[in-house]
């Protein structure tokens, strides 16, 4: 914390600080007085206060903590990161700015981000999948938010010079790239005193993982693709609970692990941990709502995700394939029959990727350091187990296999055929 | 030529800049008065002047021009570049003193390199190759300097944050990759005013690359694979005009190419300009010298530097598995029969982009903008074009079928398989 200029906000310095910052007070409406400021923070990373006035409102995020609080000083975490995390919230919304809330204002110094308040109803989207509620635009719109963000801020958009600037400025967020290396790809598969596991029910499962030279072989390659290739710019933590929806809103936050990296670590990130919410509805089923109908709209929603993006992001290359994107110039890929062989390769390779990224989040959140809320609030701990092995077991199978899938479809006949 | 401070240097100036820079007159033996100069410049990039006192000698290199004078100031060039050639001299010469010119002094306003000069009786390998020289140890020096400075520049041997550090640098060399993805992987395959071929023979072998569907699918993913993937610290440039050599010595030169990119590239560059040097054969064969013998020495060179190559590779990785790489944690991979199938994986990979980037340079150097003088010296047009066609179709159908190839013996034997 001995970043120069730099002090964490509390409520009342907050008020100071707003009252200092000519743009937040505009943002307010210059109405002060009556400010209701509500400390929102997940614990992890970040302090988030919620300030709304009488005629106007935003959110504050401030990284409060050089490392992250649920591990302790021992994983010392840099606060540039609050930098990345502006600069992509401003990067993606400039692309996709109706899925990404507007940043209104953006202090380095003090790793404080002002960005729009995402006011009720809005919740994070795994809650909503918890409570079995459905939202008939989140396809439409996740597919909208990563085709956009992913086709724009790779080759097939701008050139290699563009790219390459890019690129470089984001190797500087290489803590929280550690981060995900270390949680998503290594610890899983070593013993770890950061894993943990539904003990003694899944001990064997643990082990299992550790012990699967097919899947170690699989991660390897996944771990380099994710820390040499530089395709797009990539939120890097994109799960349900990165997104905030209502009915008919679906905003995408906390880009904090941004870099360039593999589209399919974001597309991944989203599938992967729809499928968790699927393995996981059995522990949430009651008497009155045994899921079933709710477990078919995951399954669709994972399907149209997917097919949606694949129009989206196929119909964006179609529109910009004479521009400036590099990576497929229009001079040489110049007949309608090689454009289109070259379109299905790409989106077919990019599945595969995607499916192992995804499959590769499902197991680091069932045997990693980090849990999701779909499981973690099966009380439970047998049933809890039974949700988390079903799923596993499913992931560890996409990991290895996922090039035998042609589509999408394919994967969910394959979680539909599963033996109960 | 605006920057700051920058004055090319004629020999007259170089001598008062030599005499006003220490470091230089000490390689001298601070003995000035009767010095020898001379410029070797291939007239492409750069000035080279030898300089040769009575106690000492060193190289100049001196980048003159922000442009390359043999396409004019159409093609403007940085001369930063210098600055990437110096770092990657001296970041090589780290990891294989022996194989790379020891850098004495690097003047970056005057993107100025002073550098060991290689003493007659060096002779740029691809002039050796055309006059059907025998290098004994070519094969065993190259894959030294290949696989040290590969393996050492890469995650099997850095963490990720000295990898992401190294990787942001080398994206300011953006110029000189844009060059590379120009010449090599978009203007061959297009109508462009630089390419060129031996004309009438090759115009229908030229058009048939323009329209290979199959060919440009492949070559979009090297492509891409040359932007995105940021493995190893490349040379960039690694063709036979690249390698100084005598009959014990070997020396690797003009890095200034030099990214963090994919290793094949450099693979491939030396492999297929070894092949490039086998199908000009023919052409420089005579009465006394038929060349058939010489063409079994090169073919026996190609294997030789693969094999050479993947054993002190994995020589090196089996040495660093416990230390600070980051891609293949010891306590991942830490059974002997997982660690042997990661190495075997890792290899055949590397094999297949090998094999794909030096096809792509043969193909670029037959139908593109720059050729090879294995090729130019045969004056016979029709001869060459002969020789030229053989070598194109090879590395075509290499191209396409790379990963059939399990190893470098069975691409040889394709080679002597092929009728004459």
Known sequence: MATEGFRALDEKSLVEYIKATPSLCSKLGNQLDDLQIKEVGDGNLNFVYIVIGSAGSFVIKQQALPYIRCIGESWPMTKERAYFEAVTLKEH??????????????DRTMSLI????????????RKGLIAGVEYPLLAEHMSEYMSRTLFCTSLLYHSTTVHRQAVAEFCGNLELCRLTEQV???????ESQYNRWTSPYLDRDAEAVREDNALKLEVAELKSMFCERAQALIHGDLHTGSVMVTHDSTQVIDPEFAVYGPMGFDIGAFIGNLILAFFSQDGHADPVNDRKAYKQWILRMIEDTWNLFQKKFTTLWDEHKDGSGEAYLSAVYNNPELFLLAQRKYMKDLLHDSLGFGAA?????????????????IHDASKRAYCERRALEFAKMLLKERRRFQTINEVVLAIQDLPS
Chains 1, 2 share one sequence.
């Not at 919304?93 to 953006?106: A, K, L, T």
């Not at 998503?184 to 070593?190: E, L, Q, T």
């Open 93 to 106: 919304g400039r692309w996709c700015p109706d899925r990404v809330p507007e940043v209104y204002h953006f």
């Open 184 to 190: 998503v790809f290594s610890d899983p598969y070593k």
């Open 361 to 377: 989040k499902m197991i680091r959140r069932i045997v990693g350091v980090a849990h999701v809320e779909d499981f973690e609030s």
């Open 114 to 125: 002002a960005m729009r308040y995402l006011e009720p109803p809005h919740i994070i989207l």
